[in-house]
């Protein structure tokens, strides 16, 4: 248990829905991230988001749509993905922005279909 | 942009200092290399960082060569529940905060 949430664990859907991801931290940081992890590929950044304001979009595609409405809340909404958007998508939090103390949530196993 | 490269597996006898390198030779001069390691089905989690100096805390050593190129991360008495992939980080100079996680080192502790 890192303090981390994500909701849900696993997600299935067409490539026509729209649904979202959440992610919850109880630590009291003030930086949310979303990460992308593809089979056999590196772990990559999506979005970086430092007290609700977003300061990092990794040229992600609009397909994808962060949310923050407070520094303990993180979502990402889907929609029209593609079957090579299937992957594990992670969040994380920091005390502050940068890579010291991350703490990441279990993920959440997302299948396009 | 800068990236690290490491062995992609190793192997390491339970009880025994695990040493994982890492060659960062592009790391800009006011960088920190981050370590973090990924237990299968897990979310990664943070290990250790530095700049200059060798640091230890609770997990881990993390020693730095004195021209910064390369770094080793050593777990002094491996256990079974290291078994995981390491990750050693840089930033990319051209992003503030676009940092490459790499494929990692997997290591396999051995009973």
């Known amino acids: 248990e890192t303090g981390v949430t994500q909701t849900p664990r696993h997600l299935v859907m067409g490539m026509t829905n729209k649904k979202s991801l959440k992610c919850e931290q109880h630590?009291?940081?003030?930086?949310m991230y979303w990460y992308k992890q593809s089979a056999k590929k590196p772990l990559e950044l999506m979005f970086v988001y430092n007290f609700k304001e977003q300061t990092e979009n990794n040229s992600v595609p609009s397909r994808f749509s962060p949310e923050c409405p407070n520094s303990s809340h993180l979502f990402l909404h889907l929609h029209t993905l593609q079957p090579e958007d299937s992957a594990l998508y992670l969040c994380?939090?920091?005390?502050?922005?940068?890579?010291?103390?991350?703490?990441f949530g279990p993920g959440t196993r997302l299948t396009v279909t | 942009d800068a990236k690290t490269t490491q062995p992609p597996s190793m192997d390491c006898a339970e009880g025994r200092a695990a040493n994982l390198p890492c060659n960062h030779s592009?790391?800009?001069?006011?960088?920190?290399v981050y370590w973090y390691r990924q237990i299968h089905s897990q979310g990664p989690q943070y290990i250790i960082h530095g700049l200059k100096n060798n640091e230890t805390n609770e997990m881990a050593s993390l020693i730095i060569t004195e021209d910064r190129k390369s770094s080793t991360l050593i777990l002094p008495h491996a256990t079974l529940r290291d078994t995981a992939v390491y990750y050693c980080?840089?930033?990319?100079?051209?992003?503030?905060?676009?940092?490459?996680f790499g494929t990692g080192t997997r290591l396999k502790v051995l009973a």
């Open positions: 630590l009291g940081h003030n930086a």
């Open positions: 592009t790391i800009s001069g006011n960088e920190y």
């Open positions: 980080i840089v930033r990319a100079p051209s992003g503030t905060y676009k940092y490459i």
């Open positions: 994380a939090s920091s005390p502050g922005q940068g890579l010291y103390e991350q703490y």
